[in-house]
């Protein structure tokens, strides 16, 4: 088991859309894969990671928003989204841009389809935390981040704060 460097803003990997994961030519890789990112983002107290964080572009993400104060592993292969409703405004980050919250809009309640780690497909509802998870989850696997959803003002706003925030980064 070890933790992975995660990739930060402005690292090509982030931006290029996933491709989706071939599940029989993943699966004697994926349990070691999935040990090394679940070390990472609790490693940094981190909610979600998908796989372009750590360098691969690959559609593969792992979510865990502890409900109730208890772990709830999520693997989400090949995840979209079947639903969705309402809409929030609330404080996101990254951490693939760590020092850095913003307000984003995101639906209140989605609901995903995905393939599990061991091949299975499931479908999954949340609100609140787990929605926004899946949403922030599956934009990483299009390329995108929190701050491409913020208005133009306060992109603006951010890119001043990035360029500060970005010297401490390795
Ligand atoms: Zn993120």
Redesign the pocket.
Known sequence: MATLRITKHGEDVLKRVSEPVDFDKLKKKLPGLLKDMWATMYGVNGV?L?AP?IGLNIRLAIIDVRPDQKPQRLVLINPEIVSKEGGIDEEEG???VPGLYAKVKRYARVRIRATDHHGKPYEMSGEGLLARAFQ?EID?LDGK??IDHLSLTERLRVARILKDLRLNWT
């Open positions: 979600g998908a964080q990254c951490l693939s922030h990483h981040l929190f």
